[in-house]
């Protein structure tokens, strides 16, 4: 359960800097250079420039950066327009471009976004030439072909019973090849999902890949089209399977098409990718135990990095993912983390016979951000990605891998900026769990208008990503340094079943959901107090939607933290089993056990179910209409807790889904977590926002 519901990241989960000429950048340089006393005042009560309303004002989301006939595409998910997602082309020279340097592509009041998986990804096709641009429209989820003069016209019928996602176009720009997911029958067990080719002139459609539950990644070279799909109960890290159909062939149905890897039905394939000059087909397989990069053919890894995950920071959950691609020059350009900081691998892979040859690595030391992905080759020999560091907001970069020069930062998601001596920069910790050794960036609270003598260890706040097969990353991240800033200190951790790691600790989540997450997440804890890092007093912990169900186990099941936030998190196992969306409806099946067969485990580990062992207050954020985590969770659990007399709050917020996207709600939710714990632990928070906590 990703707390991100569509191709862009909640803002608060991204983070944005503060462009030089802003009035607000000027201002935080110009008090920062003035000679000032530093002020001795406990943690947690340090007054903070990196306000909410700073946070949002004049920043978004950026995301699927594209390069097509010599523009730069990309999307961006604005708060301030109620999350919606715009369509921008980098023009710098254009009079009517935004802060950014971009110009509004898709229409005006168009939302470019898919629900398919609910999640999204992908929602964009591009073709070869500039009239070939198609998106998917939140509102009708309708495949919309965009115009020149900045319209669009509907290419897929009326009515919204259709979803689309992935797609790719024909070499003849008259097919668009994509994943439809048929909401004819809108119980999650009756949606339909298939590969299908769309004319593009009339909107009519056939099937080509169907029978299995789920399907993504159609990728079509001449007459072969590949794709990947898998069965209830598994999710695409579990297990999948790697096809190839002919697009004349007779049959549609998936056990007649040629299957290229996954027959073992416990190896998770992602990301194929036909080479455009040999027609190699490529793909992500972690048969080794670790994401590695495999061509059709060979049963060893192309690149010599065997040890380290390709597939990316959280592979499966969004369409649209590639942790690879091949260069002008026909060479693979791949990217993986190693000690916190991205790595660019270039190779030469033109011998089908032979492995990757000619192997570079290149890193910050070469002009690239500490952190980047999703790298799209240009003009030549240039690079454009998203990237970022614990200092500079998520970006888009341009990079040149001849030169080598520093990385130009295109477009920023934010105007922000703030002196080095706010910005806590994180820093790997390992520590001892139950399962061996787990991880975790620790973030020092750092302002340096302010010290505290009266206390030996700040407060801390333990943060659990969502997912929960997922992982947390160090850009900057404006939501962390905001607690950082007023004296908290953050630990963001990845607990056992997190993805970066290898196959098997990312597995040690299967049938432990609710018992390995919460033991690493209190380890953490323990091990920074031990270290006098933090306060044992005065932990406290928070997460959104899986990360929400790590925090309220935390409480319920454990006695190390005194205080949580749930966003739009899980209290009732029982109940998200038999009430959420196709995709997920069996996720809990790997991470809990077979439902109803083992409603015994679903009820031990329900937080809903152990109220009774709670014993600290709790604040409730949920979105009204969350399909994902329905609202109901939250109000059993809010009402659990006013009926037992724990200080507790809920707050609804209307027209939110899974995630908040809306500026005002952002801006609130985390407010109202600081006043919360201002409460809780009686601290004099400066303009602290009113919140009525219950039973307190």
Not at 91 to 112: I, L, Q, Y
Not at 410 to 425: G, H, K, N, R, T
Not at 633 to 657: D, S
């Amino acid at each position: 359960m990703r707390a991100a519901a569509a191709a862009l990241l909640p803002l608060l989960s991204r983070g944005f800097q503060l462009s030089p000429t802003s009035p607000l950048a000027r201002v935080a340089r110009s008090s920062s250079q003035l000679s000032m006393t530093i002020i001795d005042k406990p943690y947690g009560e340090w007054e903070s420039p990196i306000t909410s309303k700073a946070m949002t004002a004049g920043s978004v989301g950026l995301g699927g950066v594209h390069y097509c006939n010599g523009d730069v595409y990309w999307l961006e998910g604005r708060p301030q327009e109620a999350g919606r997602n715009v369509l921008c082309k980098y023009a710098p020279e254009s009079a009517d471009k935004s802060e950014r340097n971009g110009v509004d592509v898709s229409p005006k009041e168009s939302n470019v976004r898919t629900r398919v998986h609910e999640y999204g990804g992908g929602a964009i096709v591009f073709g070869k030439n500039e009239d070939e641009i198609y998106y998917s429209e939140f509102a009708t989820q309708r495949l919309c072909h965009l115009l020149k003069d900045g319209t669009s016209q509907p290419i897929t019928e009326e009515g919204d019973k259709y979803r689309f996602a992935d797609g790719v176009v024909s070499d003849d720009g008259e097919v668009i090849y994509a994943i439809r997911e048929d909401h004819t029958n809108p119980e999650p067990k009756d949606v339909v999902n298939e590969v299908v080719s769309i004319n593009v002139k009339d909107g009519s459609m056939k099937v080509l890949a169907t029978g299995n539950d789920f399907y993504s990644n159609p990728r079509v070279n001449g007459n072969q089209l590949a794709y990947i799909t898998w069965n209830h109960p598994n999710m695409p890290w579990d297990s999948t399977e790697l096809r190839v159909l002919t697009l004349d062939s007779t049959s549609n149905k998936s056990s007649d098409h040629e299957l290229i890897a996954g027959s073992d039905g416990d190896t998770s394939i992602i990301q194929p990718l036909f080479h455009p000059e040999t027609g190699d087909l490529f793909y992500i397989s972690d048969e080794s135990g670790y994401y590695n990069i495999y061509r059709k053919g060979s049963d060893e890894s192309i690149l010599p990095m065997k040890e380290y995950d390709f597939g990316g920071a959280s592979p499966g959950w969004q369409f649209g993912q590639q942790a690879y691609t091949f260069l002008n020059d026909g060479r693979i350009a791949a990217q993986y983390s190693k000690d916190g900081k991205s790595v660019l691998v270039v190779a030469n892979v033109s011998d089908s016979s032979k492995a990757a040859s000619d192997v570079i690595e290149f890193g910050s030391n070469d002009g690239l951000p500490m952190m980047f992905g999703g790298v799209h080759p240009g003009e030549g020999d240039d690079l454009y990605f998203m990237g970022g560091s614990p200092s500079t907001a998520s970006s888009i970069y341009k990079w040149n891998l001849q030169s080598k020069d520093e990385a130009t930062i295109l477009a920023c998601s934010s105007e922000l900026s703030f002196d080095d001596d706010l910005i806590s920069v994180p820093k790997l910790v390992e520590f001892p769990t139950t399962l061996g050794t787990a991880f975790g960036y620790y973030y020092a609270p750092k302002n340096g208008k302010y010290t505290c003598t009266t206390e030996s260890a700040p407060p801390l706040l333990v943060k659990a990503h969502g997912g929960p097969t997922s992982c947390t990353g160090t850009s900057f991240n404006a939501g962390k340094q905001y607690w950082t800033s007023r004296g908290f200190a953050i630990l963001d951790v990845d607990y056992g079943g997190s993805t970066g790691y290898g196959r098997d600790y990312r597995r040690r989540l299967r049938k432990s959901w609710g018992v390995v997450d919460i033991d690493d997440v209190c380890a953490g804890a323990e091990y920074l107090v031990k270290e006098g890092l933090a306060d044992g007093d005065r932990l406290c912990i928070d997460g959104g939607s899986a990360g929400g169900y790590t925090t309220l186990g935390a409480l319920a099941f454990r006695d190390v933290f005194k205080a949580g936030t749930s966003l739009y998190g899980i209290g009732d196992l029982t109940a998200l089993a038999g009430d959420t969306h196709k995709f997920e409806s069996r996720y809990l099946d790997g991470l809990v056990g077979q439902y109803p067969e083992e409603e015994n485990l679903y009820k031990e580990r329900s937080p809903i179910e152990s109220v009774d062992t709670l014993s600290c207050p709790i604040l409730l954020l949920q979105g009204v209409e969350d399909k994902v985590v329905p609202p109901n969770q939250a109000e059993m659990m809010y009402n659990a807790l006013l009926k037992k007399g724990i200080p507790t709050c809920l707050k609804l917020y209307e027209g939110e889904q899974h995630g908040f996207r809306k500026a005002e709600n952002i801006q609130d939710a985390i407010d109202s977590e600081l006043a919360f714990y201002g409460k809780v632990f009686g601290m004099d928070i400066p303009e602290a926002v009113e919140l009525k906590v219950d039973n307190i």
